[in-house]
């Protein structure tokens, strides 16, 4: 066995073993290739000569890992690995550190403070990113908690996307504030941050339609958004969250860029790693923007959004014991 099971045992502490199991479940492409990839390579050597170091370097950019932060990966493996034994073992627990350490800075979980009333979420995103199976797993996980949540159907652009939220709305018994399709997205929201202060409620989540960077009347109306908010709590949105799709690979650090620079995106939710081989770019995201990786989508279930956690993350990407790597 390659792989020891400390990495396993320092994830129970963070997540119950059913949950954990779903994340390393729902990492499944990207899981496959880079805990079975880098334990075959590391399996077999014991030395990093540079033939193996550029093995590694190639399942890293297969993962869509990104070559700057592939080349960061390595270079702190070694660096642990100096410090560490030289077998297989060793090599592995140093990626396993070498990625921690990259992700680490990114973990700052979405905290609602009790004082704000309500605390908004503006979520946003390219089309069909997820933003609003999100919203709707987002809603359900604050309500366990405790918060009392509402909607506002901002996408008013995309037919039946109003219908969409409501029907969310209606499952989780929250209500929605909608106009009709082709209503002025700002007014929407400004309404339902309204209604949401005078009814107490603790959470807004706000919709928005898909749109691309590039196009600029949609990127001005999340502006727009913003500075109406903004008259009804000069703090709102306490939330900026941008949604994007895992399965885009490198692409999403250049939608990530461009809408933090558009409307200064606070949050990131990253969806559908349970479908793509490409989940390395969430090493990239963290090493390159510096912006908090609040959540992963792991799955179309309620529970398949899972706040990030470094270490459970790493944990669940090399765990060799369920099922990755044969030497
Ligand atoms: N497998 C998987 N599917 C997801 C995940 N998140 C969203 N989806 C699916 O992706 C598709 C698009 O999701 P939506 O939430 O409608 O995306 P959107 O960003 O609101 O799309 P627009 O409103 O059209 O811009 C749906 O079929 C979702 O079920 C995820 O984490 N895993
Ligand atoms: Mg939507």
């Not at 809603?139 to 039946?160: E, I, N, P, W």
């Not at 309204?194 to 502006?223: F, K, P, S, W, Y």
Request: charged residues 20%; aromatic residues 4%; contains cysteine.
């Amino acid at each position: 066995m390659l792989w020891d099971n400390t990495m396993q045992d320092k994830a129970s502490t963070t997540a119950p073993t059913g949950l954990l199991d779903r994340l390393r479940q729902g990492l499944g492409r990207t899981r496959e290739n880079l805990s079975g990839g880098l334990g075959r390579v590391l399996g077999r050597q014991t030395t990093l000569d540079p033939e193996l170091i550029e093995m590694l370097e190639d399942h890293l950019l297969m993962a869509d890992v990104g070559v700057e932060t592939t080349q960061r990966l390595i270079q702190s493996m070694q660096a642990h690995l100096g410090r560490g034994t030289g077998d297989a073992q060793g090599a592995l627990s140093a990626m396993a550190a070498a990625m921690e350490e990259v992700l680490t800075p990114c973990e700052v979980p979405l905290e609602i403070p009790a004082q704000n009333t309500p605390f908004v979420i503006l979520v946003a995103g390219i089309n069909g990113s997820g933003k609003t199976t999100t919203i709707a797993k987002l809603c359900r996980r604050l309500q366990d908690q405790g918060h009392s949540v509402m909607l506002a159907a901002g996408d008013t652009f995309r037919a039946a996307a109003v219908e969409q939220l409501q029907v969310w709305g209606q499952r989780h018994n929250v209500p929605v504030i909608a106009q009709h399709t082709g209503a002025d997205s700002a007014s929407v929201i400004y309404d339902a941050c309204e209604a949401a202060r005078a009814r107490q409620i603790d959470v807004l989540i706000a919709d928005t339609a898909g749109r691309l960077h590039t196009q600029t009347n949609l990127m001005e109306e999340l502006r727009k958004i913003r500075r109406v908010l903004a008259r009804v709590d000069p703090a709102a949105p306490h939330e900026v969250m941008l949604v994007l799709d895992a399965g885009i690979g490198q692409n999403a650090l250049a939608q990530a860029r461009e809408f933090n620079e558009a409307i200064g995106v606070t949050g990131i939710t990253l969806t559908k790693l349970d479908g793509t081989a490409r989940g390395g770019i969430v090493f990239t995201i963290a090493d390159q923007l510096g912006i908090p990786l609040r959540f992963l989508g792991v799955g179309e279930q309620p529970e398949d959004l899972r706040p990030f956690v470094a270490r459970e993350f790493v944990a669940a990407l090399l765990d060799h014991e369920a099922g990755g790597a044969q030497p």
